[in-house]
């Protein structure tokens, strides 16, 4: 077994090290306070092949591996869980599906801007009364003459406001889950209202809508893979979806380890470091160990992916222990700088409330535990 970074990947994660440290995480702070969207560090992405960085060169994307892919979240977590979370949605979950799914015209004209980073995407799956039971999903889209209309409304859309493209997993015939398909929506198409950005406990620079849909009308060759296969080639996004989601709270919960490596060394109590006091010492050594040990998960399920083995319980794996582990470091981070801890002025306060989405989005804890469960029974 080799556990060493290639040398393309160790180049490429010191340039998206020294992008974050200068771009994204000085402004970190500043976009929690303001809900502002960080369009100043995502604009800069685009020439630098991050916003494309796993696609295939032949539609523009920079054509890394999927390792390298949740380094780019990683990194990104570590510096702005806004910017990471708009990049992870953008890349694991609107481009994804064009890029495994999509025929050569759609990646044309769609993939190919995304890619450069010149428009941003968004996929949409949830409804009001629909989240993990995808099955129950309302939204339709009918036949009509040479296109589809498409009438219903979606829930907790990441970058609705912001993207060029949605997807959209919508009901195309009757039954269960063989009626329903991806279709491919440029977010400028009549008929689209995008409700104001959710009010949120963290990821304040992340922009999250609802969005209703009256009577929007896209050709019929706008359907992204195959017609009734939706449901199928959503679960394959999620499963790399989830290493996105990964790495993301692996990188927040560096972050945070960070700070509180930073912070023991700089706070003083019975005339010493607190550093020197065995019970942080203790906190320390747990968080390094689990930030370590998700590190590994996470690592392993992108490489499974790159090479093409099936990564459906790695990446549950992955996503339910980095998630928790993360949860768990933050909380500690948060513990070692005591009351400073709990205010907005030390950024371990921010990296707390932003991490708890994570154990939420792309399937929650429990929905993992059993995706895990099923896999090792073999229950289906």
């Known amino acids: 077994m080799d556990f060493q970074l290639s040398d393309e990947q160790r180049l490429t994660q010191q340039m998206i090290h020294d992008f974050v440290e200068n771009e994204v995480k000085p402004l970190a702070a500043h976009t929690d306070r303001t809900h502002e969207f960080p369009w100043n560090s995502i604009r800069k992405m685009g020439p630098l092949g991050l916003l494309g960085l796993n696609i295939p060169e032949e539609w523009a994307g920079a054509g890394a591996d999927h390792v390298s892919a949740a380094i780019l979240i990683e990194e990104l977590g570590r510096g702005c869980g806004s910017t990471a979370l708009t990049v992870a949605a953008h890349l694991g979950l609107a481009c994804a599906p064009l890029a495994l799914f999509g025929n050569d015209a759609l990646k044309e004209r769609y993939l190919k801007p995304m890619a450069r980073g010149e428009m941003l995407g968004a996929l949409s799956l949830t409804e009001p009364g629909t989240g993990s039971d995808l099955r129950a999903i309302r939204t339709a889209a009918r036949r009509e003459g040479d296109a589809w209309v498409i009438n219903g409304g979606k829930m907790w859309m990441t970058n609705a406001s912001v993207?060029?493209?949605?997807?959209?997993?919508?009901?195309?015939?009757?039954?269960?889950?063989?009626?329903?398909?991806?279709?491919?929506?440029?977010?400028?198409?009549?008929?689209i209202e995008i409700a104001p950005a959710e009010r949120k406990m963290g990821l304040h620079g992340c922009k999250t809508h609802a969005v209703s849909f009256d009577n929007v009308r896209v050709p019929l060759d706008h359907v992204v893979g195959e017609e009734g296969r939706g449901l199928q080639q959503t679960l394959t996004v999620l499963d790399g979806g989830r290493i996105g989601i990964a790495a993301l709270s692996l990188g927040l919960a560096q972050a945070a380890?960070?700070?509180?490596?930073?912070?023991?060394?700089?706070?003083?109590?019975?005339?010493?470091?607190?550093?020197?006091?065995?019970?942080?010492?203790?906190k320390i050594a747990d968080m390094a160990t689990q930030i370590h040990a998700a590190r590994l998960m996470v690592y392993q399920a992108a490489w499974l992916r790159d090479q093409g083995q099936p990564i459906t319980q790695a990446a549950a794996q992955a996503k339910l222990f980095a998630t928790e582990m993360a949860e768990k470091v933050c909380f500690e981070a948060i513990q070692i700088h005591g009351g400073y801890g709990y205010s907005a002025e030390f950024p371990v306060e921010r990296i707390y409330r932003d991490n708890r989405l994570m154990l939420i989005g792309e399937g929650t804890s429990e929905i993992n535990r059993m995706v895990i469960a099923r896999n090792v029974l073999g229950v289906r």
């Open 163 to 191: 993207a060029g493209v949605m997807i959209l997993l919508a009901r195309t015939g009757e039954g269960g889950s063989g009626a329903l398909s991806h279709i491919l929506v440029p977010a400028d198409t009549p008929g």
């Open 257 to 282: 380890f960070e700070e509180s490596i930073k912070y023991s060394h700089e706070r003083q109590t019975f005339g010493v470091p607190i550093a020197q006091h065995q019970a942080i010492q203790f």
